[in-house]
C-alpha cells in the first residue's frame, strides 16, 4: 500500500492509526467471529487465514489444521481461500443450553516452525424455539368461596431460546372471573398466576374454560397454547398457606443423601380433616428434581436423595403445593430455590499435543516443544488453575491463552550430556485443599555433528624394520567421536605428504581405476505461463484490434489470438477459450480451441454492438494449468468502410510475408551451419581424447541429441545429452564440458519477425549447461568434485 505525504498531518495520522491497529491485533493473539445458529452449510464466518496473518500458499505447506475440543466439525478451513465456515449444523441450545454467552472456541496450528492461534466464534442465538407449556391442558379445581384477589399459580412455558427471543409474554381469552399476573423477582425468575377477579357463584357457572396463549419476543415471534379447566366446587372455605411465597437454601455438593435441605410448615384455618396438610411436589416435576430429592408428605420435610453435583446443576427450583384433605381439597403453594454450593472436588485434567519430538540439540532457545491445555470443572477459585514444570530441565511453561501453554526451550541442548528428558507438567487448582495432576512427555534429543574425532593421544611412535612386503601391518590407530550414529561413524586416511621423493601412498598398495557412465536427463515441468505475441512486427500492446465489416458471413476468420510456452509436451500444448460476455449475452464470436483463430458463429446485423470486446482464456495442458488472457477489440463497420481498410491490411501482410520467407531461409541456413560446426568441433574433440594413452585414461563417445516435441497451437524443445565421465591412473582430474545448441530446427513461415524473436527468447530460457569434474583414488573411493546445472 502507498500513501503519499504530500497530503499533510491527517494522512501521517491515518498511518500511525493503522500502524497501531495492527501491532494490537497482532498481540492480542485471539481473533473472534460471530456465526447465528441453524447457519447452513457452507455459510461464510471469516477469513481466519488473513485474519491471523499467514499466507494461502503456506497453509497446506505448514499442515494448518484446526481443532475443536468437544465440538466435533462444526466449522471447518477451506485451505484453499483460508475461510472458515459452517460444516454441520450448530445447535446454540444443544451447546450451551440457557447460557446468555456460547461460543466455540478453535485451536489453530501451523508448523515450520510451530505456531497455535486461538479464535473465539460466538454462537448467536434466533428465534428457533417456540415457547412451550409442560401440559397441553391444566386442570384447576377452586372452591366458590375463594375471595376475589385469590391467586393460582399457573406452570409458565419455557423457551429455549435466549434474550429477547426468550421473553415470554402471556394473555388468556377475555373473561368476566380471571385476569392473568406476571411478577418477576430479581432472580431473573417469573411467575405466572391466575387472579380471580370476582366471587364465585357454581350454581351460575360450575366450569370455566380458558386459552392461555404465551409469546415470545423474536421476530416474528412463535406461541403456544394451554387450555385452562377451571372447575368450581363448593366445599372448603380456607386453603393451606405458607408463610413465604419463595424461600432460599444453599447446599454443598458434597451433602450426604438424607441430608434436610428444608421442614416447610403449612397452616389451614379450617378444622379437623380439613386442616389436615399433605405435602407434595407440584406437578409436573422435573426428573432432575425427582433424582435428587424426596418430600415427606406429613411432616413437609425435603431431604436430599441422590449426589448433587455442582458442575451439572448449579440451581434446582422446587415448586411445592400444601393440600388439605377436605371434601373440597384446597392447595397451597410455594417456591423453594436451592442453590448448590461448589467444593473442589474436581481435580485438573491436563493435555499435551501438538509433540515437536525428537528436538535438535542445535534448536534455538524459545523453540516450541509441545502445546498444554488445563482445565478444571470447578468453579471460582476452585476452577483457577496454575501450570508448573518439573525443576533442573532446559525447558519452561510460557502461557499463550487462559488456560493454554506452551513447553519452550530455555537454555541450549547437548546430546553428549543428555540425551532424553522426562518433562513433567504440574497442574494445581486454587482450592482448599487443592487437588493437582501431572503429565509427562519423553523428550529426546536429536543428535547434530558438532563433535569431532579424537585420537586418544596427538603423537605415536612406531618402530618398523626395513624391506617389509607391500600390504605389511605396521601399526593400529583408534579415533572416539562423541556424536552418535552416522555422525560417529569415522573413517580413517593417510595425510599426503613426500618422504624422499617419492609419495607417502606409494608405499602402499598400488592404487586401481575404474570408469562409470553417467546419464542425466532434465525433466520439463509446468513451470512457465502461455506468453502472448505481440500482434504485430512491431510489438505494442497485448490487445489484439481489427475492423470487421458487417457483411461477413458465419464462419469467417476476424483475428487470431498468437501464445507460445516454454515449457515441452503436454505443459506446452496450449487451448484457447472464449470468456462469456458480461451480462450473459451471447456473443457472434468464437475461438478455435487449438488455433486460437476468431471467427464468426453466425451473420452479423445492426443489433450488435459497434464495438465488441473479447477476453480469450489462453490455458496450457499441464499439472497445474497456466493461463494467460488476451483481449481482442473488434470494430464493426458497414461494408462500405471495410474495403478501404482491407485493402491496406493486404498489402501490409503480402509484405510481412515476403520479409518474413527471406528471414526464414537465412535462418535456416545459420542454424545448420552453426550445429554442423558444433557437432563436427564435438567429434574432433572426443577422438583426440579417446585416442590417448591408455594411462592416460579412455572416455565414450559423447552424443548430444536434440529432441523436438510440438503440440497443436504451440512448440517447445527438451534436450537429452549423455556425457561419459572417465578416470585412469593418470591424471586424478579431467574435466568434460559440453554445450548444445538452443536454437529451433523448425519456424513456421507463417509467423512475422516478431512472433520469431519472441519464439527464440523463449528458446534461450531452456538452455543447459552441465559439467562433470571426477577422480578415482582407490576401486572403493569415487567423488563427484562439481556438478553444475
Known sequence: MLISWREGPGARLLLLSLLLLAAWESGSGQVHYS???????????GRIAQDLGLELAELVPRLFRVASKGRGDLLEVNLKNGILFVNSRIDREELCGRSAECSIHLEVIVDRPLQVFHVEVEVTDINDNPPVFPESEKRIIIAESRPPETRFPLDGASDADIGVNSALTYRVDPNDYFTLDTQNSREQMSSLSLVLRKSL????????????????????ELTSTVQLLITILDVNDNAPEFDQLIYKVRMLENSLNGSLVIKLNATDPDDGTNADITYSFRRPVSPAILYAFYINPDSGEIR????LDFEENKLYEISVEAIDKGNIPMAGHCTILVEIVDINDNAPEVTITSLALPVREDAQVGTVIALVSVSDRDS?????????????????????????YSIVLDSVLDRESASNYEVVVTARDGGSPSLSATASVSVEVADVNDNA?????PEYTVFVKENNPPGCHIFTVSARDADAQENALVSYSLVERRVGERALSSYGVPPLGSNVTLQVFVLDENDNAPALLPPGPSGGPSAVSQVVSRSVDAGHVVAKVRAVDADSG??????????PAAGGSRSPFRVGLYTGEISTTRALDEADAPRQRLLVLVKDHGEP???????VLLSLEDSGQAPKASSRALSGAAGAETALVDVNVYLIIAICAVSSLLVL?????????CSAPPSEGACGPVKPRLVCSSAVGSWSYSQERRQRVCSGEGPPKTDLMAFSPSLPPCLSSEEGPGEIEAELEQLKKVRSYFKFSCCFSHPHSFKILQSQF
Open 35 to 45: 456465526v447465528p445458529e441453524e447457519a447452513k452449510h457452507g455459510t461464510f464466518v
Open 453 to 457: 574425532p579424537a585420537f586418544p593421544q
Open 681 to 689: 568441433t564435438l567429434l574432433l574433440y572426443t577422438a583426440l581424447r
Open 380 to 404: 471460582g477459585a476452585n476452577g483457577q488453575v496454575t501450570c508448573s514444570l518439573m525443576a533442573h530441565n532446559p525447558f519452561k511453561l510460557v502461557s499463550t491463552f487462559k488456560n493454554y
Open 625 to 631: 494449468a497456466l493461463t494467460a488472457t488476451a483481449t
Open 304 to 307: 436430599t436423595k441422590g449426589k
Open 201 to 220: 357463584d357454581r350454581e351460575e357457572i360450575q366450569e370455566h374454560s380458558l386459552l392461555l396463549t404465551a409469546s415470545d419476543g423474536g421476530k416474528p
Open 570 to 579: 503436454y505443459n506446452a500444448w496450449l487451448s484457447y477459450e472464449l470468456q
